[in-house]
């Protein structure tokens, strides 16, 4: 089992920058694919990006992908979301989730392991 404790999540304007982290315990991190997802409200938990288990493949989803960046560091147990140009629809609830099944790892239905998320508004 993994625990999963997301940080870095704030209030920023338009156009501005974060960094999400996701700290892990417990097992052992690097046999984990790991990915983010976010929603807001009124709608559904949406597929954002996926880090497989060495970092050396990622997959984003098109609403996200040239704008924001996964990685991680499993030397740190750590999951990385970098957040760019950030827009006003990027508001959500960011969660940070593990798996150990073998799937497409695009689907919140996937994955084993989930935080408690962190909060990111984007003002305009």
């Known amino acids: 089992q993994v625990q999963l404790v997301e940080s870095g999540g704030g209030l920023v304007q338009a156009g501005g920058s974060l960094r999400l982290s996701c700290a892990a315990s417990?097992?052992?991190?690097?046999?984990?694919?790991m990915g983010w997802f976010r929603q807001a409200p009124g709608k559904e938990r949406d597929f954002v990006a996926s880090v497989s288990w060495s970092g050396s493949s990622t997959y984003y989803s098109d609403s996200v992908k040239g704008r924001f960046t996964i990685s991680r560091d499993n030397g740190k147990n750590t999951v990385y979301l970098q957040i760019n140009s950030l827009k006003p629809e990027d508001t959500a609830v960011y969660y940070c989730?593990?798996?150990?099944?073998?799937?497409?790892?695009?689907?919140?239905?996937?994955?084993?392991?989930w935080g408690q998320g962190t909060q990111v508004t984007v003002s305009s």
């Open positions: 417990g097992r052992a991190f690097s046999t984990y694919y």
């Open positions: 989730a593990a798996t150990y099944s073998v799937g497409t790892y695009h689907s919140s239905n996937e994955y084993n392991y």
